[in-house]
T-cell receptor, first 108, second 125 residues
């Protein structure tokens, strides 16, 4: 089974800065099945990116996804105050959905 | 407008069976490619996928919980039901249902969980 590792565990940045979040798979992953989610306290997760690089409906273009193989990246070009929260990557393979442990993006 | 809503008991005793219902609107689970999944999140921890049922009645389960889980659907009333047997304190979590939808280019792939319910906190004690 694929194990997803996310780094850093916590990222402290200021509004206006660029955020780069990493998701690493223990085996080669199919980028068609790699998604990213944002979760704010007390809320359900929200789909940001699917297929490694496609933005979901209504997601601002400051969010972008990239990567292939075992290394995937979520980039937020200029942080807005509402972007702080926890970000999860997720993959599907061999009839199994797997989430990463999350990266907490906090205000510096 | 697509909505999903989880309902069920808030408190379950150890060894009991949990039954959760996801009632949704704005889409039909008879539409090709769609699925509804259950995902849980223990307090302060990461997301943990449990099960999914697809439009064609195919079901998938988390291998570690497969023996305890059952997922069914009633398309006529837009509901998906999850049962989990032999509940334990470690099963205390917020349980979400979420829609799983495809995207297609030259082939079709799973686009991820695009709509979620608000979650139901289930305490086992």
């Amino acid at each position: 089974d694929i194990v997803l590792t996310q780094s850093p565990g916590t990222l402290s940045l200021s509004p206006g800065e660029r955020a780069t979040l990493s998701c690493r798979a223990s085996q080669r992953a199919n980028s068609n099945y790699l998604s990213w989610y944002q979760q704010k306290p007390g809320q359900a997760p929200r789909l940001l990116i699917y297929g490694a690089s496609s933005r979901a409906t209504g997601i601002p273009d400051r969010f972008s996804g990239s990567g292939s193989g075992t290394d995937f990246t979520l980039t937020i070009s200029r942080l807005e105050p509402e972007d702080f929260g926890v970000y999860y990557c997720q993959h599907f393979r061999n009839s199994l959905f797997t989430f990463g442990p999350g990266t907490k993006l906090e205000v510096k | 407008q697509i909505t999903l809503n989880e309902s069920g008991p808030t408190l379950v005793k150890p060894t009991q069976t949990l039954t959760l219902t996801c009632t949704f609107s704005g889409f039909s689970l008879s539409t090709s490619g769609l699925g509804v999944a259950w995902i849980r999140q223990p307090p302060g921890k990461a997301l943990d996928w449990l099960a999914v049922i697809y439009w064609d009645d195919e079901t998938l389960y988390s291998p570690s919980l497969k023996s305890r889980l059952s997922i069914t659907k009633d398309t006529s009333i837009n509901q998906v039901v999850l049962t989990m047997t032999n509940m334990d304190s470690v099963d205390t979590a917020t349980y979400y249902c979420a829609r799983l939808s495809p995207y297609c280019t030259t082939s079709c792939f799973l686009a991820g969980f695009d709509y979620w319910g608000q979650g139901a906190l289930i305490t086992v004690s």
